[in-house]
C-alpha cells in the first residue's frame, strides 16, 4: 500500500515518503485509530473525529495527534513524529536533540568569549 497524501504540500508529502523508505518502514506496519478532540474548535471539534493514534505494530511505539481541527494534517504529523520516535530508537538524534546541542554549543562559545573579555570572574577589584 503506498502512502497517502495529505493535507499538506506535495513537498512535505514527498519529505514523509522518502523518511519512511530510508527507515523501513512501510504504511502496512501502522495501526491507526481516529478519536475526538478536544480543546479549542468548538462545535466542529465536538462533532469530528480529527484526533489521530497512530501505533508502529513492529516497535510497539505510539503517537497521539491533535494539533490542528483537519484529520488530514494531523494524520501527517503523527506519522512524521511517529518516525522520529522510530529513528530514535535506532540511535539517530532528532530534529529536537541537534536544535538543542547546537544552542548548547552556541551557549559554550559565547561564554568562553566573555570570559577571555572579562577575564576569569573572580569577583576581585583593584
Known amino acids: 500500500m503506498a502512502v497517502p497524501s495529505f ?8 519529505w514523509l515518503r522518502e523518511r519512511m523508505a530510508a527507515l523501513g518502514v512501510r504504511e502496512e506496519d501502522f495501526d491507526e485509530k481516529f478519536v475526538r478532540s478536544s480543546g479549542a474548535g ?9 484526533c489521530v493514534h ?5 516497535t510497539g511505539l505510539e ?6 481541527r483537519s484529520q488530514s494534517v494531523n494524520r ?4 512524521r513524529e511517529l ?4 529513528a530514535g530508537l535506532r540511535g539517530e538524534k532528532s530534529s529536537r536533540e541537534r536544535e538543542r546541542s547546537a544552542a548548547a554549543r552556541q551557549k559554550a562559545k559565547r561564554r568562553k ?13 583593584e
Open 7 to 14: 493535507a499538506v504540500s506535495e513537498e512535505k508529502n514527498r
Open 42 to 50: 468548538g462545535q466542529h471539534v465536538n462533532k469530528t473525529s480529527t
Open 54 to 58: 497512530l501505533r508502529h505494530v513492529p
Open 63 to 68: 503517537v497521539k495527534c491533535m494539533r490542528d
Open 76 to 79: 501527517f504529523l503523527a506519522r
Open 83 to 86: 518516525l522520529e520516535k522510530i
Open 113 to 125: 568569549r566573555a570570559k577571555m573579555k572579562y577575564g576569569t570572574g573572580s569577583g576581585e577589584t
